[in-house]
């Protein structure tokens, strides 16, 4: 396949101005007439060139004369049109099988709808078209179906008029008046009931708002409604951002590639992040729903309304869009808590994709597939990347950056660089040298040393950056980093104010003065940058900042650096003192003064892949040993603790407050600790709560804490689950992705079965990431020393590449993590990465992933 390079980007031949798109619609055959305005852009004779993907010109017309066969022809799928003129307007006609379309790419059906999914390069395989993001168009679009099947039809702008045509049949059409890019196309036709509301918006219009589900599943759509009114009165309060049509559409399909898609002024969402009620959805479903509805709504402006002008610029719309809803999130909820899970994320998928052989900048200079790119680097450490700039700037400054980028790039695509001209201008900042995390990949990693001189009274730390070698990026420069610091007094407890030190070189020293005796140090507060820090701080040290750190973030950190070392002390064979971290984890328990929410994100152990990333060589069953070896030793020592907490964390009745959740954070944590205690009444405690819970957050953790283990209580658990949810599909994948997440010696062989199951289907990627995404995602099952997790990932990537080809792609990255394991597992990882390889007719999409892997 061939590579396509940032360098190479030219401005379009042609430009599409307008578009008046005509469906009529059929699940077995469809067919779509599109009308295009064209007009050349600049001084050349090149021909009109209109992509394509696996379409066949029934007919082609210019300026509405049918063209015979000589006055056209196929380019690898694109319809290649020489013109004459500067204007003209072209027609084609296709014909389409939304049935059979099993890549969810273009139109397609999903339990009896039809919908589209354009992003990033779906629309060519709708119409004939220049498939870029920088041709932006005016679309008028009709829509014919049959009513009885189809009754809603829906597209994007407003609605603006409906009739009845023979036949049963009844068509729609929708204008959208504000130009866009084909990716932010879109269709829905089917059978669907609607949560309606509205929303004024701050200069006073009306915005009708809808969420359009499957009619039984109204009543799961409250949380998404609510969650997009707080969206919108969100980004009018923050950025001063108003929405721009009459209506809003949400729709939520069962078969979805992705989360959710912004398309404008109808989104199309995975219905996983729609639909939630207390007895189907976790707490962490209801985040989900709350950060992707905002996310997706904030895309009006932060991708919509000002686009991207070529797909290297993606973290332009998508890390920026990230770092909005994430602070949504926090303002909606706990800054502190968000902030720990936010990283958490960051350092699960993005530090992992940095440090392996799929690393890449933010905005990445070649790719053979797009859709291999919508990754944790481009979404999470882009967000990072405008986090830092966010933070050098200070509020008001960053407002002015961001109102100065919405206001001179509304309407057009724009580049990454843009942005940050933007935020130099308004912001008045020079980031000449911070434009490096732009094109540096990889993790910087900080040595931070501190040391003091009790003749001076003054305390030098001397920070140290360094960036490992990357793909096609062996020598990094020194990048900007900034880093919040705070020293403190262990005698007061207290500090002196938090500081932003400014890295910029490959090593540097900080002097400060008058301290009398050493001060304990508290750096990369808040997670002010993305990097790995290492220090030379005591478990003493540590132990103080666990308990005295005021930034919360800071005390979460130092907590979990404290079990990292004893962990990582015993996977090597050392004695270590574990009763520093025992200590900490009472401290927090007792301590009525903390948000059980954090103190349950605080006391959890760091992963067993975490702990994988800190080791030279991965070695899983050490460290699952280990891990669980603490985490028994914890629970049987504050075993009364555990008790106590577990039973006044039980809720009366169910709440989606912050408050409520956090109660059940911690309830579920006691539990976890309970039995890894290995109390002989564990079990039993856990199947109670599994059965007595009014809420899926209790019921399912009580799942997985009795799916770790062998019991009777499992088992039955099991079958109950299985037998109450089978009939809803997400709330069955719940039932999958629990056993394929449990730390169980024999996960593999029951992923295994689960692959055979009546209910698993590779048509569905929520099912396929229900179970061989989280298998993949266990590091002690899916590294088992047989191999047998890598053949059974790579025996699903096969064939689900014959299907949908951008779902198999991302299953690819953990068998490409080969380097990071001993020689046996990496010799099996790589042999399945040829096995792959060797695959006649193999997708484009994991061609890229497992050839990248094997390098
Ligand atoms: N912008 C959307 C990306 C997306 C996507 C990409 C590839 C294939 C299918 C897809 N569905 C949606 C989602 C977002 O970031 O908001
Ligand atoms: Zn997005």
Not at 691 to 701: C, F, I, S, V, Y
Not at 764 to 779: E, K
Request: contains cysteine.
């Amino acid at each position: 396949p061939s590579v396509i390079r940032r360098a190479d980007y030219r401005a379009p031949d042609w430009l599409i101005p307008d578009i008046a798109l005509d469906f009529d619609l059929d699940p077995a055959l469809t067919r779509v007439h599109a009308t295009l305005s064209v007009t050349r852009n600049g001084d050349h004779e090149r021909p009109l060139r209109l992509d394509g993907d696996g379409l066949i010109p029934l007919e082609v017309k210019v300026d509405g004369r049918i063209l015979d066969q000589q006055q056209w022809h196929l380019d690898a799928g694109a319809l290649i049109i020489p013109l004459s003129g500067d204007a003209h307007s072209v027609e084609t006609l296709v014909e389409l099988a939304p049935e059979s379309n099993s890549k969810l790419m273009g139109l397609y059906a999903s339990g009896g709808l039809l919908c589209t999914q354009c992003e990033a390069e779906g629309f060519r395989r709708i119409t004939f078209f220049s498939d870029r993001p920088d041709i932006l168009s005016r679309y008028s679009v009709r829509l014919a179906a049959d009513k009885a099947r189809f009754p809603i039809l829906l597209a994007n702008g407003d609605p603006i008029e409906q009739g009845d045509l023979d036949g049963g049949r009844h068509w729609a059409l929708w204008n959208d008046p504000f130009p866009k890019p084909c990716y932010l196309f879109a269709l829905v036709a089917g059978d669907l009931a609607c949560n309606a509301d509205r929303f004024v918006t701050m200069s006073g219009r009306e915005v009708a708002l809808g969420i359009w589900v499957k009619e039984n599943d109204l009543p799961r759509t409250a949380h998404a409604m609510e969650a997009l009114k707080n969206s919108m009165a969100w980004d009018e309060r923050v950025y001063g951002r108003e929405y721009d049509l009459d209506v809003f559409n949400i729709v939520a399909v069962a078969d979805f590639n992705f989360g959710a898609m912004e398309n404008k002024g109808l989104n199309i969402f995975n219905s996983r992040y729609i639909l939630a009620d207390p007895e189907t959805a976790t707490d962490i479903d209801y985040d989900g729903v709350e950060g992707v509805v905002a996310h997706e709504y904030f895309h009006n402006w932060s991708g919509n309304r000002v686009t991207c002008r070529d797909w290297f610029q993606l973290s332009l719309k998508e890390g920026f869009t990230v770092f909005r809803d994430q602070n949504f999130s926090a303002d909606m909820g706990s800054h502190a808590v968000k902030r720990i899970e936010d990283v958490r994320i960051l350092r699960a998928a993005q530090f992992q994709e940095d440090s392996g052989p799929l690393a890449h900048p933010i905005r990445p200079e070649s790719y053979m597939e797009i859709s291999n790119f919508y990754t944790s680097t481009i979404y999470n450490k882009g967000a990072e990347v405008i986090r830092m700039m966010a933070l050098m700037l200070g509020a008001e400054r960053f407002r002015a950056g961001t109102d100065l980028y919405f206001d001179r790039h509304d309407g057009q695509a724009a580049t990454c660089e843009d942005f940050v001209a933007a935020m130099e201008e308004g912001g008045g900042i020079d980031l000449g040298q911070f434009r490096l995390w732009y094109e540096q990949a990889g993790t910087p990693h900080v040595r931070a040393l501190l040391t003091h001189d009790p003749l001076t009274q003054s305390v030098e730390l001397t920070l140290e950056q360094t960036i490992p070698p990357t793909p096609g990026q062996p020598v990094k420069q020194p990048m900007a980093i900034p880093l919040r610091t705070a020293l403190f007094d262990p005698a007061t407890g207290g500090h002196r104010g938090d500081e932003l030190l400014m890295l910029t070189e490959a090593q540097q020293r900080f002097t400060f003065t008058d301290f009398a005796s050493t001060p304990i140090l508290s750096i990369n507060r808040g997670f002010s940058a993305p990097v790995i820090v290492e220090t030379n701080r005591s478990q003493a040290d540590l132990a103080f900042l666990s308990a005295r750190d005021d930034d919360p973030f800071a005390r979460y950190e130092a907590m979990q650096q404290l079990m990292v070392n004893v962990l990582v002390g015993r996977i090597a064979g050392q004695q270590v003192d574990e009763s520093a971290v025992v200590a900490a984890i009472r401290a927090m328990l007792t301590d009525p003064t903390l948000d059980p929410a954090f103190v349950a994100e605080t006391i959890r152990l760091p992963s067993e892949a975490y702990l994988g990333d800190q080791m030279p060589v991965v070695d899983p069953d050490a460290i699952h040993a280990a891990r669980d070896a603490l985490q028994a030793r914890i629970g049987a020592e504050l075993e009364p603790l555990w008790r106590d907490v577990h039973a006044k964390t039980k809720a009366n009745a169910f709440a989606i407050s912050p408050a409520a959740k956090g109660a059940r954070k911690l309830h579920n944590a006691a539990l976890h600790y309970l039995v890894a205690a290995g109390a002989p009444d564990g079990p039993a405690i856990a199947f109670t709560q599994f059965g007595e819970a009014d809420n899926m957050t209790e019921r399912q953790a009580a799942l997985g804490t009795l799916a770790n283990g062998d019991s009777a209580e499992r088992e039955a658990a099991l079958d109950i689950f299985y037998n109450r949810y089978c009939a809803d599909a997400l709330t069955l994948d719940k039932w999958f992705q629990t056993q394929a997440f449990a730390l169980h010696p024999d996960v593999a062989d029951q992923v295994e079965a689960l692959g055979r199951h009546k209910d698993f289907t590779l048509t569905n990627p929520n099912r396929v990431r229900a179970l061989y995404g989280a298998f993949a995602g266990n590091q002690w099952g899916f590294h088992h020393e047989s191999g047998k997790g890598y053949r059974l990932v790579a025996d699903c990537i096969i064939a689900l590449d014959k299907l949908n080809p951008q779902t198999a792609a991302r299953l690819v990255p953990p068998l490409g993590r080969w380097k990071r394991f001993d020689q046996g597992r990496a010799a099996m990882m790589r042999a399945e990465l040829q096995r792959i390889l060797a695959e006649p007719g193999l997708s484009k999409d994991v061609t890229e992933q497992a050839s990248k892997s094997l390098e």
